[in-house]
């Protein structure tokens, strides 16, 4: 295994990794990005963020390849209604990739999986970003912690609901006001979107490290139809 990546303790039926996101892992995995990914890299003004790019996008095709049992350079992805890449021609084996700043997680999955992770960093505006996507709840609850701990706690429930809301593959269909997911690192929990795509996911917070939180979920039962 790479020396930028670690695995790390996850919930059956998934695996992840946490990979840094240097200059060393960008090299090793720039020659097997498709033409796709060089022409995205090549669009970044600074070397920093394109090496990021590539190190995340690398790190993905590496870590699926030895999943797959596959030369990492011959995988092919095709971009699902909504925008999820997803394996072309196989239905069999779920992947999700989030990045920030200089770490990216990876989790691989036998079902619909979503994972996020954000670097602790100072935010502006947190009470505006929860108004906007937090249930009233979750609003209350961020403005009763400290001062010290709230963006600890914004942060833990944002990667929560992202990483729900991409395990359902429904991007900005879903109001995430609406469904409670909490702010706290917590064991598996299992949460219900209803509506017309009703489905179920558990949902469990990953510990990546003290300055990063990361949130994954798997999709357990779906209404929608094929």
Request: negative net charge.
């Amino acid at each position: 295994m790479h020396a930028s990546i670690r695995r790390l303790e996850t919930p059956v039926g998934c695996t992840a990794w946490l990979v840094h996101l240097d200059q060393d892992a960008a090299l090793q995995w720039r020659d097997s990005l498709d033409e796709t990914e060089r022409t995205r890299a090549a669009r970044f003004v600074f070397d920093r963020d394109r090496a990021r790019y590539e190190a995340a996008h690398g790190a993905t095709r590496y870590l699926l390849g030895l999943h797959l049992g596959r030369p990492s350079s011959e995988l092919q992805f095709d971009i699902g209604a909504l925008g999820k890449p997803h394996l072309a021609g196989s239905t069999a084996v779920h992947f999700n990739l989030s990045h920030s700043h200089h770490l990216g997680l990876l989790a691989i999955g036998d079902r619909p999986i979503g994972v996020d992770l954000e670097v602790l960093r100072p935010l502006d505006g947190l009470s505006d970003l929860a108004a906007a996507h937090f249930t009233d709840a979750e609003r209350a609850a961020l403005e009763r912690e400290a001062p010290d701990d709230r963006l600890r706690s914004f942060l833990t429930g944002w990667t929560r609901k992202e990483a729900c809301v991409k395990a359902l593959g429904l991007g900005l269909a879903v109001d995430t006001r609406t469904v409670p997911t909490g702010l706290k690192a917590a064991p598996q929990a299992f949460v219900r979107f209803g509506g017309a795509d009703a489905a179920t996911v558990s949902l469990q917070s990953l510990y990546v490290g003290p300055s990063a939180i990361a949130s994954i979920a798997l999709l357990e039962f779906s209404d929608r139809t094929p």
